[in-house]
């Protein structure tokens, strides 16, 4: 297959179970609503060191919100379900809590497994908060030096998917930068969707293990970096001398399936020599995004409902 002169590689991208949370964080203007999410997402690029991932899904206008007033929407995920509410109420109590004119409210109303998370945090009141009822969902009001902080009891959990991904092979290192950017800025804003990593880029993929290290959990992928391809058995082709990586989290397939198309198609630009994918032989995760497929406009190849989280 090849789009614009881009050859996209036979394979397929392999990604695992998680379990993942959405928090809307409101606040008087999207100023104050993305400091908080700028300082609740950071530090949760992998979880190989990170024990989360998380970044901002999208902003929320006004009339979008729990409380009629500008929001941010953030994804979050874990590789199990126990540490969700500890790396949740971490996070909120840390940075949103703290931030000026913020709530907090659950993004998954219709969620069937629930997560305590205000119910918690509102001890910090120090027996000061209190509750209120509103349509069969309690909220916490906690008194702070500048008003009450207002967040929901329980949020919704949900089943998600982690490590979607593909890998830009070009000519440059500017070449491949550009695509990234290019793929970043059109998936930016699509529903149930984040990209964890700076700017959503990875330089430094990895791969399960190490050869010479075997408490590493994780180790460079040697197979696509240029300067070790004299000395490694090397993945890459002639003429490429860069590689950059986009990883995309969600809540289902399909919405990576789909983030992944509109990605890859607008990667498919000058200096690019192909796109390809990492997988494991199908040992890492049971959710395969295989790129023709998806290239081709088949994102509902999906594992059966219930798979590994």
């Known amino acids: 297959m090849d789009i614009r002169g881009v050859q996209i590689d036979d394979t397929f991208a392999e990604a695992f179970g998680m379990r ?81 004119t913020t709530a907090c409210f659950d993004g998954l109303p219709g969620a069937a497994e629930r997560i305590a998370i205000g119910k918690p945090l509102r001890t910090f009141g120090d027996g ?28 919704g959990k949900a089943r998600g998917v982690g490590g979607g991904n593909f890998l830009i092979l070009a000519e440059s290192a500017d070449a491949a930068l550009d695509a990234a950017e290019a793929a970043v800025d059109a998936m930016a804003g699509m529903p149930g969707v984040i990209l964890p990593f700076p700017g959503g880029i990875v330089r430094s993929g990895s791969k399960v293990g190490s050869m010479r290290y075997k408490t590493m959990i994780a180790s460079t992928n040697d197979a696509f970096a240029p300067t070790l391809r004299a000395i490694t058995k090397t993945s890459l082709p002639d003429g490429v001398n ?50 023709r497929k998806i290239m081709s406009g088949d994102v509902e190849d999906a594992p059966k409902e219930g798979a590994p989280a």
């Open 20 to 100: 993942g949370a959405r928090i809307i964080i409101t606040a008087k203007n999207q100023k104050w609503a993305r400091e908080a999410a700028n300082k609740m997402t950071g530090f949760a690029t992998s979880v190989i060191a990170c024990k989360c991932e998380a970044a901002i899904e999208r902003e929320l206008a006004p009339d979008q919100t729990p409380d009629g007033r500008p929001g941010i929407s953030v994804l979050l995920f874990t590789m199990d379900s126990d540490s969700l509410p500890k790396r949740v109420i971490e996070r909120v109590g840390q940075t949103v809590l703290t931030c000026p």
């Open 128 to 155: 000061f908060q209190g509750s209120k009822v509103i349509d069969g969902v309690r909220y916490w009001r906690l008194p702070v030096m500048e008003g009450e902080f207002l967040i929901q009891e329980s949020f």
């Open 242 to 291: 860069s590689v950059l990586e986009i990883v995309l989290d969600g809540l289902d397939f399909r919405s990576i399936a789909m983030a992944m198309q509109i990605g890859i198609d607008a990667a498919c630009r000058p200096g690019v020599h192909s796109i390809t994918a990492g997988n494991y032989g199908g040992k890492l995760g049971p959710f395969h995004f295989y790129l």
